[in-house]
Structures are given as C-alpha cells and as structure tokens.
T-cell receptor, first 115, second 113 residues
Framework: DADVTQTPRNRITKTGKRIMLECSQT?????MYWYRQDPGLGLRLIYY???????NKGEISDGYSVSRQAQAKFSLSLESAIPNQTALYFC??????????????FGPGTRLLVL | EDQVTQSPEALRLQEGESSSLNCSYT??????LFWYRQDPGKGPEFLFT???AGEEKEKERLKATLTKKESFLHITAPKPEDSATYLC??????????????FGKGTKLSVIP
C-alpha cells in the first residue's frame, strides 16, 4: 500500500463550488504539506503543518484553507473554486529526526479542473 | 527574491552518455538542497538532501554535489529508465517555526536507447 494517499485522483468542478482534497499518510510523520504544480511554474507550497496544532501559510495560500484532522490526515479546501486553480495538487510528508536529514514523500497527486 | 534555477530545461542523451544537471540557488542561509525525480503523472520521488558545501551523495548512477551557489546531479552511463524530470528545491533558515521551500522548474531528461 502507498505511504501517502490522495483522494480524489481526478476532479472536475465548476467555478464557485467548494471542494476538498484529502491526504492520508501511514508513515507516522508529523510534518505535512500541500503543493500545487503548474506547467512552466514548478511546484509551489500552499500550506504546511508541523504537527496537529500547527498550520502555516505557504507561498500561495490565498483562496485555499486546510485542516489537520489528525497526525495522519491533512485536507485542502477550495472555498469557492476559480479556473486559475486548475492544477495538479500534491500532498507530502516529511520527518526530521534529531540530527538526521529531512526526507520528503509525495502522494500521487490530484488533478483538478475548474470549469 | 529567493530563486532556484535549473538548467538545461531539457536534455537528450544517448544511452551511456554521461552528463550533469545544474541547480543554482540564491536563497540566503541555505538549510537544505533537495533533488527529486518525477515521472509523468506521478508525484516527485525523493533522491537526495545535501546540507553543506562539499557534500556529495550517490545512488546507483546518480551523484549529487553541492557548492555554495549551486548543486549538480551527475548521471553516469544513463539508461532509458533514467528518463524523467529532475527537480531541485532549497530550504532556507527563515526563522523559528517558519518554513520556506523553493522549487526549480525542473530538467526533463530523455535517454535514447
């Protein structure tokens, strides 16, 4: 089974609709992240969470919100979707063991199309 | 503005033809430099993290190196299965409790049999 899962894998929605993308991980990591990837722009950080009580905005948080329901679950919401939020969305997790190196693990991605 | 720039954007190699991919960064106070491999339609796959100038790490045909301004991903005798987009990313020491991660746009590598 995959360590980081994302649902749905593909989603088509209409402008103005609220949608939620979900991420679950079985790696036991405290740190979780949401990114979006656009052709020609690379990956950009939307939100990150270093533990269940910690939520932080990333580079492009406007129009998005997140919820860290448990150590293993981190959801991304688009309150009112707009066409320029059409992108490939990735969830990632990482750990930073004391004195060790950080390793990030990405989910398979959710392809979102906003009409 | 902190930047991570990868070159070339695309690279075609014959099988067995060694080469290097470049990642230059301007983040202040580098905390870590990451390399990932991404196959079409999939999430990035972690390859390496480098923390200090002079550091090198190897994995099969790949070797990553780091200087104060750039990182190289050396590919020795590549095979067609090495074809993918290679991404680098940099984190900086941006203060307690904060996190800044900047990705480059990637180098698309094609290895021709």
């Amino acid at each position: 089974d995959a360590d980081v899962t994302q649902t749905p894998r593909n989603r088509i929605t209409k402008t103005g609709k609220r949608i939620m993308l979900e991420c679950s991980q079985t790696k036991g990591h405290d740190r979780m992240y949401w990114y979006r990837q656009d052709p020609g722009l690379g990956l950009r950080l939307i939100y990150y969470s270093f533990d269940v009580k910690d939520i932080n905005k990333g580079e492009i948080s406007d129009g998005y919100s997140v919820s860290r329901q448990a150590q293993a679950k981190f959801s991304l919401s688009l309150e009112s979707a707009i066409p320029n939020q059409t992108a490939l969305y990735f969830c990632a997790t990482s750990d930073l063991p004391g004195g060790g190196e950080e390793t990030q693990y990405f989910g398979p991605g959710t392809r979102l199309l906003v009409l | 503005e902190d930047q991570v720039t990868q070159s070339p954007e695309a690279l075609r190699l014959q099988e067995g033809e060694s080469s290097s991919l470049n990642c230059s960064y301007t983040v202040s106070g580098l905390r870590g430099l990451f390399w990932y491999r991404q196959d079409p339609g999939k999430g990035p796959e972690f390859l390496f993290t480098l923390y200090s100038a002079g550091e090198e790490k190897e994995k099969e045909r790949l070797k990553a190196t780091l200087t104060k301004k750039e990182s190289f991903l050396h590919i020795t005798a590549p095979k067609p299965e090495d074809s993918a987009t290679y991404l680098c990313a940099a984190t900086e020491n941006s203060g307690a409790g904060s996190y800044q991660l900047t990705f480059g746009k990637g180098t698309k590598l094609s290895v021709i049999p």
